[in-house]
C-alpha cells in the first residue's frame, strides 16, 4: 500500500508559477511510474504530464507542453510539477498517482493509487 500527499496548489495570477509536489509514503514511490492529472468543474479528469519509474522519460499534454515540467526525486519519493506561464484554464483539483510499473501512462484508470487533490486556481 502506498499513501499519495500532494502539495503545493493555491491562488496565482494568470502568467504566474506554482510547484506541485507529491510524495510518497508506505512503499516507496520509487516503484512506481507517476502522473499528474487534473479535473475542472463540470470536466473529467485529464491527463497532464507523465514520468517513468527512473525519471528517464516524460509526456505531457499538448495543453502544458513547454509550460509545465514533471520531475522527480526518488531519494525523497517525491514527484513535481512546475507550472510555468498558468492560465485561467489551468484552474483545476491537480492529482498525482501512482503506476505500479516502469512505464507511465496517459490513462487514469491505469493508475493504482491516487492522492486527495490540490486546487489550482488561475485568476485572469
Known amino acids: 500500500q502506498v499513501q499519495l500527499v500532494e502539495s503545493g496548489g493555491g491562488l496565482v495570477q494568470a502568467g504566474g508559477s506554482l510547484r506541485l509536489s507529491c510524495t510518497a509514503s508506505?512503499?516507496?514511490?520509487?516503484?512506481?511510474?507517476m502522473g499528474w492529472f487534473r479535473q475542472a468543474p463540470g470536466k473529467e479528469r485529464e491527463f497532464v504530464a507523465a514520468?517513468?519509474?527512473?525519471?528517464?522519460?516524460?509526456s505531457y499534454a499538448d495543453s502544458v507542453r513547454g509550460r509545465f515540467t514533471i520531475s522527480r526525486d526518488n531519494t525523497k519519493n517525491t514527484v513535481y510539477l512546475q507550472m510555468n506561464s498558468l492560465k485561467p484554464e489551468d484552474t483545476a483539483i491537480y492529482y498525482c498517482?501512482?503506476?505500479?510499473?516502469?512505464?507511465?501512462?496517459?490513462?487514469?484508470?491505469?493508475?493504482?493509487?491516487w492522492g486527495q487533490g490540490t486546487q489550482v486556481t488561475v485568476s485572469s
Open positions: 498517482g501512482g503506476r505500479f510499473a516502469n512505464v507511465f501512462s496517459i490513462y487514469s484508470h491505469e493508475y493504482n493509487y
Open positions: 508506505g512503499r516507496t514511490s520509487s516503484s512506481y511510474a
Open positions: 514520468i517513468s519509474r527512473s525519471g528517464g522519460s516524460t
